[in-house]
Structure formats: C-alpha cells, structure tokens
C-alpha cells in the first residue's frame, strides 16, 4: 500500500468557493518505482467490452471536462485507453501565480500522454481591480497559449461568487474590467469554458429537505442559502449579457449551459448567442429529469453546439466522478460512470441511474439520439473545435515577451 503523501502532492488547491483547481505543487518527483506506480494505478480489471448500442460504433470520445494532476498520469492513461477516449480537455492547467510551475506540469502531463491532453489555463484573480490587472493576465493568456501549447481559458464559478476586487466587492460575470481576456481569447482564436452558478438547489435552505441533501450535507460550504452572492438567475442573466457583449469570443457554457434545470432557459441562449456552446458535464442527472423526448428535441436542435464531458477528476490517490460524497470512488467505478453516460445517450430504457446518483435520488429516461447526433456529441463538435483552435494559433506570429 502507498503511503500517504503530504497534501501539497495529492491534491489541487481548491478555493473557497470551489471549482477551480490548479496542478499539485509537489516538494519532490514522483516516484519513480514500478511498484509504487502500479499501485497508484490500481489499473481496471480485465472484463467484458463496455455497454454499447447494438450495431452502434461509438468513435473515439473526446471529453471536454476533466480536472487532471500530473500525480495521476498512470490513471489517466489507463482510464482513456480502458474507456475509449481520445483526447481530454484539463481544465485545471492552472494559472501564473506561482511562476511557471503549474504550467510546465501541465505541459508535462500533456507530453507524456503524446498531446491527448489539451490544457485549459486559469485566471490568477490576485490584484483584480488595480491598474493593469486585465493587460497583465491577457498578456499571462498569450504566453500560455505560444509558449506551453494551452488551448483555452477557464473560467471557474468563483467569478460572480467569491472573487474580490481592491475594494473589498464581489466581482459581477460581465465586469466590464474583464473585457481585456475575453478580447485577448478572441484574438488567440482559443474558447472560454466558464462555470456561472451551481445548481438551484444550492440557494436552497441547507436542511434534509433540500433535494440535493446527500451532497451538500458532505459539502456544506457549497450551499449558498446564507450567503451574500447573487441569485441562481441573477448569474446567468449576467452571464448572458456577457456572452451578447463578446460576440468574437467562443464561450463553452459547462454543466449544460450552467441551467440545466432550465431546458427552456438554454434553448434559448443558443438561439440567441451563437458564440456559444454547452457542455454536458456533471448535469445528467438534472437535465435527464426533464422528457426525454423534449431532450431529445434539444440535443437533435442543437447537435451542433453540444460537447460530451464528465468532470471527471483524476490525481495519483483521488477521483471525482461528476460529484463525490463522503467515500472517494475507486477505479473500479470509473468505467460504470462513463456506461451510465452511454446508456442514457445512446439507451431506450425508462428509469436507469444517471452517472452521479449523489447529485440526486432519482432515475432518468434514457433519449436514444440518432446516430449523426451521438458522433457530433462524442467527437465531432469538439474535434472541430480544436481543428479551428489549432488553425487560428497557426495564424500567430514571433512570440511574445515575457
């Protein structure tokens, strides 16, 4: 059995309000002993074939959300060959606070699994409000972009919930003195993959009857009933006025467009922004609580603007499926997470568990999507995505300074 590892080397630093994780900042290499390695690995069993659609040849899976620490390399690996994934967009590449150091680890890990790893860098909020902020992480954003090989922002729910300015005040989504990195995206040709909100039920009072219980019982701190932030709907009516206000800029609304309680609510935001895509990470269960011939409907309207991914969160001794409650999942648990994806997407059954059943107690009705809109889903969307992202830093020229 490993022996437990200091903190700074088994996790990302999570902020307050959660969501935006960074590389581990070790105080040594990993350990280069195969046996230490297999054991960190704790690589899934050999098995039968995977649940599939039959007569159904699912392509190789690109999925556009994970949160991934370089510690974890030999589960990644493992997890995208036993699976059948791709590619994996980390969205925790981290950000220029310490230096370089989160950076070049994220580098590393992408390398070593041959660029199936595609980082997406963070925003170092310190200093936000005093002079110079915005060119300084805009110019952070050009860097990381021509020099380590990142290919999009990420944006976590701390903007809008926790994020302080000098003064002491809650920075609003579509802060105007934000413009200089949404321009500075639009520029590089790169996509911003932002998290506005949580759930509703977050803003619900933090009892038993709150139906997300089981969850925010093991993380009260992600519950907002009593706490000076803006609504569940105020945030993303900022959130769409920012989307209307960058039109050359290329948002990835995660979590089903951050209102996937709200079907309604996100048809509507792609009809009226088409700089925008959603992800469906993380939110099966919510929006699979809607018909399934109306989300049917949806995904067939919107094949176009859709992205398969998870949250998945993967370190050398954590994961995170979707969600977590009190007991860490195992490897074991990874490839039933990903089924349970599958069967709901490609499936006809009524009442099946949707991938994170602590994100709520109750089945789905699986949509059975068409061929042509399960191969944009899985891969082509994201695939173009990236050919367009790859073209546009093609077009770049010398280098930046530092």
């Given amino acids: 059995m490993v022996a437990p590892k200091r903190a700074a080397m088994c996790l990302w630093v999570i902020v307050a309000v959660g969501g935006c994780r960074e590389q581990p900042q070790p105080a040594a290499a990993p350990s280069a002993d195969p046996a230490l390695a297999a054991a960190r690995t704790d690589a899934p069993p050999k098995r039968a074939p995977p649940w599939n659609r039959k007569g159904y040849k699912r392509p190789p899976i690109i999925d556009f959300h994970g949160h991934l620490s370089l510690y974890g390399v030999e589960r990644i690996a493992a997890i995208l060959d036993d699976v059948g994934i791709d590619k994996m967009i980390n969205l925790s590449g981290g950000s220029g606070r310490r230096g370089e150091r989160a950076w ?14 595609v980082n997406f860098a963070n925003v170092d909020w310190q200093g936000f409000g005093v002079a110079g902020w915005g060119a300084r992480e805009a ?5 990381v972009v021509r020099q380590r090989g990142f290919r999009g922002l990420k944006i976590s729910k701390a903007l809008g919930l926790g994020v302080l300015d000098r003064d002491e005040k809650l920075v609003a989504v ?11 995206a639009a520029e590089l040709g790169i996509p911003v993959a932002i998290h506005v909100a949580d759930p509703r ?18 993380h009260p701190s992600w519950s907002y009933a009593d706490k000076a932030v803006p609504s569940w709907s105020g ?14 800029t290329t948002f990835v609304a995660v979590h089903f467009g951050n209102a996937a309680e709200d079907i309604e609510r996100v048809d509507r935001l792609l009809d009226v922004c088409p700089n925008v895509l959603i992800d469906i990470s ?10 399934a011939e109306r ?20 370190a050398d001794e954590y994961l995170m499926l979707g969600s977590n409650g009190a007991d860490i999942p195992l490897m074991k648990d990874v490839r039933p997470f990903y089924e349970a994806h599958f069967r709901y997407l490609e499936g006809d059954q009524r009442q099946i568990a949707h991938p994170s059943p602590i994100q709520g107690d109750w089945l789905v009705d699986a949509v059975a999507l068409p061929v042509e809109v399960l191969d944009k889903l899985y891969r082509g969307n994201a695939a173009r995505l990236l050919a367009k992202v790859e073209e546009a830093v093609g077009r770049l020229k010398a280098p930046p300074s530092q």
């Fill in 201 to 218: 039920a977050f803003w619900e009072p933090l009892n038993e009857a709150n139906e997300r219980w089981k969850e925010l019982k093991v």
């Fill in 174 to 184: 579509d802060d105007p003195r934000l413009a200089p990195l949404w321009q500075k």
């Fill in 139 to 143: 110019q952070r954003l050009e860097y």
């Fill in 104 to 117: 070049l680890l994220s580098q590393i890990l992408s390398e070593r699994l041959d660029g199936r790893i």
């Fill in 235 to 248: 945030l993303l009516d900022a959130s769409e006025r920012l989307f209307k206000s960058q039109p050359k």
């Fill in 295 to 314: 989300v049917r409907r949806f995904l067939h309207k919107h094949a176009d603007r859709v992205l398969f991914a998870t949250d998945i969160g993967i």
């Fill in 282 to 291: 993380a939110r099966v269960g919510e929006f699979g609580r809607h018909p």
